[in-house]
């Protein structure tokens, strides 16, 4: 048993987890006998932007109703609610007093984003225009609709715009809002890095609001950005589906480096076996890699030459990651599918004889057919004790096993795709966003598989991702985009790392510098003295 449950685990838990001592107190909120229980609630503090950092399934919408002033937390006591009054008992003398004073006397006023934004259309039947109207209660709409590029899409009907589309109109939606209290769950899918920059200073300016206390919570998985966003931060962790822990507010950089070292060091708990570490100076320059292909200038256009693609001849390497970078709209995917064989270029010719396994960015599944149903048709090895390890586990497949591909989520459809990929018998891989839809956690163990199955097949792969991160973790070189979206691009042919990195940078006009304990990159703040020495130096990335 893993410490929640008196009987055998009704989560089936994979991993055997204890409940940490310090959660022998009661849970701020339990949804019933043995079902979910959420230890701990986010602080909102007026003026600032706390992060959460965590897999979901761990109570942050929980703790969201409840800070809402949605739902009443039960404090454990499932059968006979206690009330605000001695919820405010227990949080006496803690950052939360006076927020959740103000909640029970009815005057929190909220706004949120909804993580999935793909459900909007399903709610609301109109434009953007008449979606947006109804939100402009600060004056500010027509500023967060040029801000976020919106005005293209604002005769639009909301059931054919883009994802990336839907999450800016999602995001102006909640900001244009007058609350006290802003929760947007996940800024960042489908939108490149740029429009991630954006929606995160859009956030921090209304934080910074000196004519209104505003507090902001978000949950985000991508960690640079989130570094970037938040003023302080709490991680969660716990057993998805059984039970999560909300930490006491972390400053965001050790909140971060905590949890990649896989130790929350206040709480003395263990989230991780390992630690995930980044490199500080750039991979040394690789003169030896052997050509897994060479290919020569290459071009496609679509319909009457409305967007054109033009890719710099270049080679790729055998047994190297091949990180692919650039804006939304540029024609990553379009080389993807040139690569994979699913379209022909109009100049240029790839007569390579590959196996190449292709997982596109937007994963099509109609047929009904379970998941080990679908993975033992792709693979003799599945369910060997190897494939387990190497794929099922890192990917956690083993509670969606018997489930139908129809019925996935997002998330999970996401990584039974990456798994379908790796496991394929090929000289080639090809990933399209692997980071889409999945959480933080995912996140990591999906890179760390992906990681380890090159290296161990030698396995030639190509990425392309707009977490930085990911991309860190996972590319010995670099292949960047430029031009003007959805009209031209241009794919620069594979480079160092360093190399790559600058020119991608230059472009954002973005610099990293590293944390001086871990290593790890964080964004610069714009005009800092950092960024701008970086700047003068044209190092974007490697910082010396
Ligand atoms: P997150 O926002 O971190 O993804 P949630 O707060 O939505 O997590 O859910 C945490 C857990 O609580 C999930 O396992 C979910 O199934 C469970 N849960 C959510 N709402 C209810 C409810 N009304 N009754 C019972 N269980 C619930
Ligand atoms: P990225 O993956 O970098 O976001 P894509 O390669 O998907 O970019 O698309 C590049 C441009 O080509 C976009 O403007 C997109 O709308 C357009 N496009 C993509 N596929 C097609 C198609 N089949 N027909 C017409 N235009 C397309
Ligand atoms: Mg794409």
Redesign the pocket.
Known sequence: TCGICVEKCPFDAIEIINLPSELEEEPVHRYGENAFALYGLPTPEPGSVTGILGPNGIGKSTAVHALAGERVPNLGDHEDEPGWERVLDRFRGTGLQNYLESLKDGEVTVARKPQYVDQIPKQFDGNTRELLEQTDERGELDTLIDRLNIRPVMDQSIDSISGGELQRVAIAACLARDADFYFLDEITPYLDIGQRMVAARLIQELANDENAERSMLVVEHDLAILDLLADTLHVAYGEPGAYGVITDPKSVRNGINEYLKGYLDNENMRIRPSAITFEEHAPRVSSKGTPLVEYPDLEKS??DG??E?HVDGGAIHESEVLGIV??????????AKLFAGSLEPDVGELDFQLDIAYKP?YIEIDQPMRVDAFLSSITDEFGTSYWNTEIAQPLQLDRIMEQDLVDLSGGERQRVAIAACLSEDADLYVL?EPSAHLDVEQRVRATTAIRRYAENHDATVMV?DHDIYMIDLLADRLMV?DGE???R?HATPPQEMREGMNEFLADLDITFRRDERTGRPRINKPESQKDRQQKRDGEYYYAP
């Open positions: 679509y319909g409305e967007f693609l650039g804006p939304n709209g540029i024609g990553k995917s379009t080389l960015q399209d392309i985009f979206p959805a009209q691009g």
